[in-house]
């Protein structure tokens, strides 16, 4: 094999490699509670309704077109506020009013149960 053919080989085995390499993609790992799937906003919102009929609150309200999810388990009233941000990102609050007393722990739980739905 003369000089030149073998640099050929070399030059065609690199081009070859390179292109097989090129071909590669990796990707970071993606960050635990992602879960691709319909928008942002539409996920957040059913799981924010999802979360209070898990903890058996009463829907009064629901409009979907300002976020807003209103209700109430007994005296305590629960709202919810789903807000589609400027860079993309959901933002949702919870509150609760009237008589906090009778279900004291009624927001943590229903933040858990939202973010267990969100596969936090």
Do not use: W
């Amino acid at each position: 094999m003369s000089r030149f053919q073998r640099i050929v080989m070399v030059l065609c085995a690199s081009l070859a490699l390179t292109a097989a390499l090129g071909g590669c993609v990796v990707y970071d790992t993606p960050p635990p509670g992602y879960a691709p799937g319909p928008g942002t906003f539409d996920r957040s919102y059913a799981a924010a309704v999802g979360a209070f009929a898990d903890e058996g609150v009463q829907i009064t309200l629901e409009d979907r077109a300002t976020g807003t999810i209103r209700g109430h388990l007994g005296e305590t009233t629960v709202g919810a506020e789903v807000r589609q941000q400027a860079d993309g990102s959901v933002r949702v609050e919870f509150e609760v009013g009237g008589n906090v007393a009778a279900n004291p722990s009624l927001k943590d739980r229903v933040v858990r149960s939202y973010s267990r739905r969100m596969g936090r």
